[in-house]
């Protein structure tokens, strides 16, 4: 297993619709497990492949009730309305309220080609709306309210400066 560099915002990688998964074989077993690896060490409570680089459908995440990861998932169903603090590996040290549905469903297929579901509340229902975005070149800044997605862009921007001037 690997702990991949986490591809950091406005790199291109993160803003492209990823590939599918087809079909689920040794490197794709292997990318899993990099993506836990990178996850854990973050640390962070989910990852999309392309936040290390990689442009295919797979997310692994870890709520506090044990590891999952889906390949090519599907958000099959949403309910209610959330609003929670929420941050990205990708978009380091920042976090904005951001309203999500509550609940959140998705089904895949995992590492062995089985198809498989979760499912929840919450963080869990927060995670999987989040790392499904990320397979669709969304990122969390595209989920805020207009005016503070401007300021959130402009701050972003000064910091990219700022690095490059130091
Ligand atoms: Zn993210």
Same mark, same amino acid.
């Given at each position: 297993m690997a702990v991949f560099p986490i591809r950091i915002y406005p790199d291109p990688v993160l803003r492209i619709e990823a590939r599918r998964v087809e079909p689920v074989d040794d490197d794709v077993r292997r990318l899993v497990d990099d993506m836990f690896e990178t996850m854990y060490q973050a640390p962070g409570i989910g990852l999309a492949a392309p936040q290390i680089g990689i442009s295919l459908r797979v997310v692994v995440g870890d709520v506090g009730e044990g590891p999952f990861h889906l390949i090519n998932?599907? =958000?099959?169903a949403t309910s209610g309305s959330w609003t929670y603090e929420e941050g990205c590996l990708s978009v380091p040290e920042r976090y904005w309220p951001i309203k999500r549905s509550a609940y959140a469903r998705a089904s895949g297929i995992d590492v062995d080609g089985h198809p498989v579901m979760y499912e929840g509340d919450e963080l869990m229902g927060r995670v999987l709306q989040h790392e499904i975005d990320h397979l669709g070149?969304?990122?969390?800044?595209?989920? =805020?309210p207009r005016r503070v997605r401007k300021e959130a862009l402009r701050e972003l921007r000064q910091d990219g400066l700022a690095r490059g001037a130091r």
């Open positions: 998932p599907v =958000l099959e070149g969304t990122l969390l800044l595209k989920r =805020l």
